[in-house]
C-alpha cells in the first residue's frame, strides 16, 4: 500500500470516528435533557397540599372566624351622656388569612388576620346633640386642655406631656390665639390637636344666633389661617351652650364636646386632691377637663400615670371619639 492510500485510509477512519462520537455526544444530551424536563415536570405537578387540605383549611378558617368575630357598636343617644360615638367591631379576615397560613409551608398554627368592621350608625347619623364621652368599651381616655389664659404653664405642661409621650387636645380662644400666634404654633409642632374654644370666652347661651355663630367662625378662621386646622369639635367656654349653640356649631361643621370629669383646676386645689378626683372617677372613654394652671401643671404627671396603671389609652379628642379600636386590634383569639 503506497503513502496516498494509507493516507486515504487514515482520513476516512478519522471521519467516521468523529461522526460516531457527535452523534454519542447527541445522544446523552437528549437524554440528559429528557431527565431535567421530566423532573420538573413532576415537580410542577406535585403540590405542597392536596385540594383536600387547602379545602379543609380554609372551612377552618370560616368556622374559627364566626367564633372570634366581634359585634361592631354603634354610636346612640344616652339619656344621661347625650351622643356617644361607636366602636368597631373585630372579624377574621378569610382570604388574608388562608394565604398567610398556606404561605408558611404548613397548615398548623393557623396564621389568623383581623380587620375591623365599622358600626351601621356614627356620631354624625345621630343629629345635633353635644358629647360628653367616649364609648365606654373603649379604653382610652384624652385631656382636654382649655386655653384662654395661663401662659406662664404651657411649657411645663407640654415637657409633661412630652416626656410621658401623651398626646392632647388643646382648645383655644380664638382673641388668645389672634395674640399669642408662637405660643399655639409651639403647642401643635409637638404633635397635640388643636380646636376651638370660641373667640372671647362667652356664655355661648346667652347670645344670639349671630353673634354666637360669629364666636365660633372668627376662631374657626384663625385656627385655619394661623394653624392650617381642619377643626371638627368645639368647646364652650365654661360648659355653658344650649341647643341653639349646638345648631350654629353644626352648621360650621362641627359636633360640640363637653367633659367627663372636671379637674375644676381653676379653684386651686393641690395636685394630690385632682389626682385624687380623676383617680376615683376615670372610666373608659372618659373626657379630662383641664387648664394651664399651677394646680394641673403639678397633677399632670398624677393624673396620666393613673390612667396608665388602669390600662387605658390616652389619646386625642379626635382618637377617642373615632370609632377605631385601641391598639393592638386584634382582641384574644386562638
Same mark, same amino acid.
Given at each position: 500500500?503506497?503513502?496516498?492510500?494509507k493516507?486515504g485510509?487514515?482520513?476516512?477512519?478519522m471521519?467516521a470516528?468523529?461522526?460516531?462520537f457527535?452523534l454519542n455526544?447527541?445522544?446523552?444530551?437528549?437524554?440528559?435533557?429528557s431527565v431535567?424536563a421530566?423532573g420538573?415536570?413532576k415537580?410542577a405537578v406535585?403540590?405542597?397540599?392536596?385540594?383536600? $387540605?387547602l379545602?379543609e383549611?380554609?372551612?377552618t378558617?370560616?368556622?374559627e372566624?364566626?367564633?372570634?368575630r366581634?359585634?361592631?357598636?354603634?354610636?346612640q343617644?344616652d339619656?344621661?351622656?347625650?351622643a356617644?360615638?361607636?366602636?368597631?367591631?373585630?372579624?377574621?379576615?378569610?382570604?388574608?388569612?388562608?394565604e398567610?397560613?398556606?404561605?408558611?409551608g404548613?397548615?398548623?398554627?393557623?396564621?389568623?388576620?383581623?380587620?375591623e368592621v365599622?358600626p351601621?350608625i356614627?356620631?354624625?347619623?345621630?343629629?345635633?346633640?353635644?358629647?360628653?364621652?367616649?364609648n365606654?368599651?373603649k379604653?382610652?381616655i384624652?385631656?382636654?386642655?382649655? =386655653?384662654?389664659?395661663g401662659?406662664?404653664?404651657?411649657?411645663p405642661?407640654?415637657?409633661t406631656?412630652?416626656k410621658?409621650?401623651?398626646?392632647?387636645?388643646?382648645?383655644?380662644?380664638?382673641?388668645w390665639?389672634?395674640k399669642?400666634?408662637?405660643?399655639?404654633m409651639q403647642i401643635?409642632a409637638?404633635?397635640? $390637636?388643636?380646636?376651638?374654644?370660641?373667640?372671647?370666652h362667652?356664655?355661648?347661651?346667652e347670645l344670639g344666633?349671630?353673634a354666637a355663630y360669629?364666636?365660633?367662625s372668627?376662631?374657626? $378662621?384663625l385656627?385655619k389661617?394661623?394653624?392650617?386646622?381642619?377643626?371638627?369639635?368645639?368647646?364652650p367656654?365654661?360648659g355653658?351652650?344650649?341647643q341653639?349653640t349646638?345648631? =350654629?356649631?353644626a352648621?360650621?361643621?362641627l359636633m360640640?364636646?363637653?367633659w367627663?370629669?372636671d379637674?375644676?383646676?381653676?379653684?386651686?386645689?393641690?395636685?394630690? @386632691?385632682i389626682?385624687?378626683r380623676?383617680?376615683?372617677k376615670l372610666e373608659?372613654?372618659s373626657?379630662?377637663?383641664?387648664h394651664?394652671?399651677a394646680?394641673?401643671r403639678?397633677?399632670?404627671?398624677?393624673?396620666?400615670r393613673?390612667a396608665?396603671?388602669k390600662?387605658?389609652?390616652?389619646?386625642?379628642?379626635?382618637?377617642?371619639?373615632? @370609632?377605631?379600636?385601641?391598639?393592638p386590634?386584634?382582641?384574644?383569639g386562638?
Amino acid at each position: 500500500m503506497n503513502l496516498r492510500t494509507k493516507i486515504g485510509w487514515i482520513g476516512v477512519c478519522m471521519a467516521a470516528f468523529i461522526a460516531a462520537f457527535s452523534l454519542n455526544l447527541g445522544g446523552i444530551g437528549d437524554y440528559v435533557a429528557s431527565v431535567k424536563a421530566n423532573g420538573a415536570t413532576k415537580a410542577a405537578v406535585k403540590p405542597l397540599f392536596s385540594e383536600q $387540605e387547602l379545602s379543609e383549611l380554609r372551612q377552618t378558617i370560616a368556622n374559627e372566624a364566626e367564633k372570634q368575630r366581634i359585634e361592631p357598636i354603634n354610636a346612640q343617644i344616652d339619656r344621661v351622656w347625650k351622643a356617644i360615638p361607636g366602636y368597631n367591631g373585630v372579624e377574621v379576615d378569610i382570604d388574608k388569612s388562608f394565604e398567610k397560613t398556606v404561605a408558611t409551608g404548613t397548615l398548623s398554627p393557623i396564621q389568623f388576620v383581623y380587620k375591623e368592621v365599622n358600626p351601621e350608625i356614627s356620631l354624625r347619623d345621630l343629629g345635633k346633640y353635644p358629647i360628653f364621652r367616649g364609648n365606654p368599651e373603649k379604653k382610652m381616655i384624652a385631656f382636654m386642655i382649655n =386655653v384662654a389664659w395661663g401662659n406662664e404653664y404651657i411649657q411645663p405642661i407640654l415637657d409633661t406631656l412630652e416626656k410621658e409621650q401623651v398626646k392632647a387636645t388643646f382648645f383655644l380662644d380664638g382673641s388668645w390665639l389672634k395674640k399669642y400666634p408662637d405660643v399655639a404654633m409651639q403647642i401643635q409642632a409637638k404633635g397635640h $390637636e388643636m380646636s376651638n374654644h370660641a373667640y372671647s370666652h362667652p356664655n355661648m347661651s346667652e347670645l344670639g344666633r349671630q353673634a354666637a355663630y360669629t364666636q365660633i367662625s372668627k376662631t374657626e $378662621e384663625l385656627l385655619k389661617s394661623t394653624l392650617a386646622v381642619d377643626n371638627k369639635w368645639f368647646a364652650p367656654p365654661s360648659g355653658d351652650y344650649n341647643q341653639m349653640t349646638i345648631q =350654629v356649631a353644626a352648621e360650621q361643621g362641627l359636633m360640640t364636646v363637653l367633659w367627663t370629669i372636671d379637674t375644676i383646676d381653676w379653684q386651686k386645689p393641690s395636685p394630690d @386632691t385632682i389626682i385624687r378626683r380623676i383617680s376615683s372617677k376615670l372610666e373608659p372613654g372618659s373626657l379630662i377637663l383641664m387648664h394651664p394652671t399651677a394646680s394641673s401643671r403639678d397633677a399632670l404627671p398624677g393624673m396620666i400615670r393613673i390612667a396608665k396603671q388602669k390600662g387605658y389609652a390616652i389619646g386625642t379628642v379626635s382618637e377617642l371619639l373615632s @370609632t377605631d379600636r385601641v391598639p393592638p386590634v386584634v382582641e384574644p383569639g386562638p
